[in-house]
């Protein structure tokens, strides 16, 4: 089975730190993505990534980078935490061709106060 | 501009009582359909993916159909344990690969 892990499930940080989220995937999967979750608003893309060292901004990429150095890590970076990114972060991998579905890991829910 | 709309945003059944959850989708090129189980403060869990107009998938009291414009998941018989929210995804082309558009959700709610 395809395993998607993130890091915490539950983080509190402060408001202008520099938060860090950590998603590994065992299946070699070249694609991964990264999503906020809101209510009523639906799983929205941050940015993802189809190759080491390489990434794309996604739908919502202001306040957040992310890096890719080996290919079973990606990782979120808030830059300078605000309150306005307090969400459900979900990680999620695919491989790169063909008709496939992203397995997503269990979700790290961040507040920031 | 790609989209999913999943409607209704949320339902309540009781148990036995049959319905189905709609996602309409506007996409340059479908190239797949899925769907998604989420339980509360959990990742999305994979469900089906549908390939072109006319499929049906079918996994114990779920089946799910395409059409194109649209994609049902049908539940019949429901039990408490069906309740969750249920997300569609459609697989859209951007530079390089691919990225996944998500609906919403519907929040299902079984009362025993």
């Known amino acids: 089975d395809v395993k998607v892990t993130q890091s915490s499930r539950y983080l509190v940080k402060r408001t202008g730190e520099k938060v860090f989220l950590e998603c590994v995937q065992d299946m070699d999967h070249e694609n991964m993505f990264w999503y906020r979750q809101d209510p009523g608003l639906g799983l929205r893309l941050i940015y993802f990534?189809?190759?080491?060292?390489?990434?794309e901004k996604g739908d919502i990429p202001e306040g957040y980078s992310v890096s890719r150095e080996k290919k079973e890590r990606f990782s979120l970076i808030l830059e300078s935490a605000s309150t306005n990114q307090t969400s459900m972060y979900l990680c999620?991998?695919?491989?790169?061709?063909?008709?496939?579905?992203?397995?997503f890991g269990q979700g790290t829910r961040l507040t920031v106060v | 501009e790609d989209q999913v709309t999943q409607s209704p945003e949320a339902l309540r059944l009781q148990e036995g009582e049959s319905s189905s959850l709609n996602c309409s989708y506007t996409?340059?090129?479908?190239?797949?359909l899925f769907w998604y189980r989420q339980d509360p403060g959990k990742g999305p869990e994979f469900l089906f993916t549908l390939y072109s107009a006319g499929e049906e998938k079918e996994k114990e009291r779920l089946k799910a159909t395409l059409t194109k414009k649209e994609s049902f998941l049908h539940i019949t018989a429901p039990k408490p344990e069906d309740s969750a929210t249920y997300l569609c995804?459609?697989?859209?082309?951007?530079?390089?690969?691919?990225?996944?558009?998500f609906g919403t959700g519907t929040r299902l709610k079984v009362l025993a």
């Open positions: 996409v340059s090129g479908l190239r797949g």
């Open positions: 999620a991998s695919s491989l790169p061709t063909g008709v496939t579905e992203a397995f």
């Open positions: 990534s189809y190759d080491v060292k390489m990434k």
């Open positions: 995804a459609v697989q859209a082309r951007t530079s390089g690969t691919y990225k996944y558009i």
